[in-house]
């Protein structure tokens, strides 16, 4: 069990990218104020077993199952809610699990809820706008959309909120399968639908850090809208940051918006028009997410390179 004398926070996804990198972010701060509550769904993993390992209260959790959610909740001072969209596409079910967490929050009278959510991109392109395809009959970019509409959920229950606004992942290169493949004549290419335009990005690590730099602030960001992100970096800069750590030619190529929502992998839809929707959006997007003010809440943050670095090798290419 974590230590009485501390504020509890439990950690949605403790296992995962961002609760991870939180989990760990609180558990390396022996003298900090706060302990960690893991949830999880299965307490028996060798990630979970690590957490408990290095100090954390481990606990059942699902977001499919509402009690175990409010249990796991009870009795702590603070949380960090994080859904999984990519486990199963839905958009209902992301929904719904989004408002189990505000609901659990609510009835624990939680102190202060830093919710990851994203931009509701149907602020910025109605669905009638026909500059990219609408999916699900309701959306623009699903995984997106929903996060930004479950954002009225946790306003609804007076808890006090921080609302988190992530970035694309460097990590994606290792677990998304979007890192350089050979191509013509053995050259490596960097092929994303990224045009020519700045793209904001992090560490997964990172963004776990960040949430921790924001509990230590207190409630000054609650009710909030804080975003983060390590680097501005557009598809080119991404590409000669790779052949850099590689030490070999990787060439980039952008790859056309509709091409991409073609390519015939669950989800291929979402993230070609969520890669338009950062496109054509740059700026505001950018705006938004000061690489600055991310490191004021984490002055460990990695830049792009520093990430390369540890984990180039990682990358699977081919």
């Not at 509709?258 to 291929?268: C, K, S, V, Y």
């Not at 890669?275 to 991310?294: G, I, K, L, M, W």
Request: hydrophobic share 40%.
């Amino acid at each position: 069990m974590v230590s009485s004398s501390k504020k509890i926070i439990a950690v949605v996804g403790a296992t995962g990218s961002q609760g991870g990198g939180l989990a760990r972010s609180i558990l390396n701060d022996s003298g900090g104020e706060y302990a960690v509550r893991a949830l999880t769904r299965d307490p028996r993993s060798d990630a979970a077993r690590a957490l408990a390992a290095a100090g954390a209260e481990v606990v059942a959790a699902d977001l499919g199952d509402a009690e175990s959610v409010r249990r796991a909740f009870d009795g702590a001072y603070g949380a960090y809610c994080v859904t999984f969209f990519w486990q199963h596409m839905s958009p209902d079910r992301e929904r719904e699990e989004a408002r189990t967490l505000a609901e659990a929050a609510r009835a624990a009278q939680l102190q202060h809820v830093i919710w990851s959510t994203l931009e509701d991109t149907r602020q910025f392109i109605p669905l009638s706008d026909l500059r990219m395809p609408t999916l699900h009959g309701r959306y623009k970019v699903p995984h997106f959309d929903v996060k930004g509409e479950a954002d009225e959920f946790f306003r609804a229950t007076g808890v006090p909120t921080t609302y988190l606004l992530t970035s694309f992942y460097w990590d994606n290169f290792i677990t998304f399968g979007m890192g350089p493949k050979p191509g013509p004549g053995g050259t490596l290419q960097f092929s994303l639908p990224l045009g020519d335009r700045p793209f904001p990005s992090i560490a997964a690590e990172d963004i776990g850090r960040c949430a921790h730099g924001i509990f230590r602030r207190g409630q000054e960001f609650a009710g909030r809208r804080v975003g983060i992100a390590a680097e501005h970096l557009t598809g080119a800069q991404m590409a000669a940051g790779l052949a850099r750590a590689l030490g070999q030619e990787v060439r980039y190529q952008a790859v056309p918006f509709e091409t991409f929502r073609n390519l015939g992998f669950p989800g291929a839809d979402d993230l070609g028009n969520m890669f338009q929707f950062n496109h054509d959006f740059a700026d505001r997007f950018c705006a938004v997410r000061s690489p600055e003010f991310t490191r004021s809440l984490n002055p460990k943050l990695q830049t792009y390179a520093q990430w390369l670095a540890g984990n180039v090798r990682r990358i699977p290419i081919g």
